[in-house]
Nanobody, 115 residues
Framework: VQLVESGGGLVQPGGSLRLSCAAS????????MYWVRQGPGNQRELVAS???????NYALSVVGRFTTSRDNAKNTVTLQMNSVRPEDTAVYYC??????????WGEGTQVTVSS
C-alpha cells in the first residue's frame, strides 16, 4: 500500500487549497478513504471520509467548508478546502482504514493558514 499526499502549502485565512492523495497497492475502488489531520500539539483528527461509492462524512469543524471526492479510475482522493481558518493549520494525511487488519497513512502534507 502506498498513499502519497500533495497540494499543501501556505494559504491566507478565507482562502482555498486542494489536497490530493494518490493511492496504489490495493483495490482502491473497494475501500473507504479518510482524511485526517494533526495540528501542533494535537491528536490526529478525522476530518472527512468517503465510501467506495462516494458517500461522504465530515467533522463538524469543517462542514460546509471542506469537500472530499474520489476518482476510482485514477485511484485518487481529494480534499477541497475552502474558507480556511488558522485552526485548520495541520499536517493532513490520507488514510486507508482497516485494510487487512491495520490502517495505512501517507507521509502527510503541511497546510498552514496564516496572513
Amino acid at each position: 500500500v502506498q498513499l502519497v499526499e500533495s497540494g499543501g502549502g501556505l494559504v491566507q485565512p478565507g482562502g482555498s487549497l486542494r489536497l490530493s492523495c494518490a493511492a496504489s497497492g490495493f483495490t482502491f475502488s473497494s475501500y473507504w478513504m479518510y482524511w485526517v489531520r494533526q495540528g501542533p500539539g494535537n491528536q490526529r483528527e478525522l476530518v472527512a471520509s468517503i465510501s467506495s461509492g462516494g458517500t461522504t462524512n465530515y467533522a463538524l469543524s469543517v462542514v460546509g467548508r471542506f469537500t472530499t471526492s474520489r476518482d476510482n479510475a485514477k485511484n485518487t482522493v481529494t480534499l477541497q478546502m475552502n474558507s480556511v481558518r488558522p485552526e485548520d493549520t495541520a499536517v493532513y494525511y490520507c488514510q486507508l482504514p482497516n485494510f487487512r487488519g491495520r490502517d495505512y497513512w501517507g507521509e502527510g502534507t503541511q497546510v498552514t493558514v496564516s496572513s
